[in-house]
């Protein structure tokens, strides 16, 4: 599935190629739709598209659409489903969705869009009904959704996993993780695993590493050698961050606790660490941590309404 990025990402390439584009947003549903409102799908003059706006049952049917739409270098409001004149188009689910096709859109709002994203900063993508085509950083209160002649969207930055730990239980996680969709940085002592991209070789216990968290970061402790932690939670802790969990049993985290607080972290700091993590209870193979682990991330961060 790809992601709105990917969408922006595509639409830049296609343009840096002389390709004409269409940018469509999926403005409403009606009924029980694949997609959510915001979902975003990419098409090029060549009738190559990136990003779904169904469960792949109109896709092609709607970049040809798209491509009708591109040839009149005007924008257009398009039914597909239920109650549209597009008899030929239909969604099994019996649902409508309302799509806004933008042809050729504004490439300099692209690039925008994804500097910003690129920094780490939420994005405000107004696409006008007319066929404008704007970007700006995302202040707290925009959200998704229609607004006079325009339709808004809120893009947030791009899941980032800090994976800190050794053996296999962070190479299955880093792999699940990248295969989602995930930005990946991987902190480990293990040598065996320092040669893979994105990642930092611990040297000591002490090695001050900054994971560098942010709203969209999640933290995940995964060492089996417990002492390595805490130097590494005292500078992740204070830090603006999505979710912060360590590997280990209730004990080992009551444990992890009352090192937290020897080495002079506050409690409120401490409170914030999720443990046991994940969510299959006392999963033990690597590849069924990681993925309880990688669910438990992926549902915060859903949870806080981003793509």
Known sequence: MATPLDVLLYLQDAMERGERTALIVLTAVDGGAARGVGTLMGVSEAGHWC????????????????????????????????????????LPCGSGIDLLILPEPDGQAIGQALALLGQRIPVRLDAGLSGSLAACAAGPGDRTGPCRDTFSLRIDPRLRMVIAGHGEEVRALTRQARAWGAAVLVLTPDEHLAGDPDTILLKSQTSEVDPALDPWSALVLLFHDHDWEVPLLARALPQESLWIGAMGSRATHARRLVALAQAGVPAELSAKIHGPIGLIPSARDPETLALSVLAEVVSAYKQRGFP
Do not use: F
């Not at 040809?64 to 040839?71: D, L, N, S, Y």
């Open 51 to 90: 990003g779904s706006l169904s469960g792949g049952c109109t896709e092609a049917a709607i970049a040809g659409e798209a491509r009708r739409v591109i040839e009149s270098g005007k924008a257009e409001e398009l039914r597909i489903g239920a109650g549209s004149p597009l008899i030929d188009i239909r």
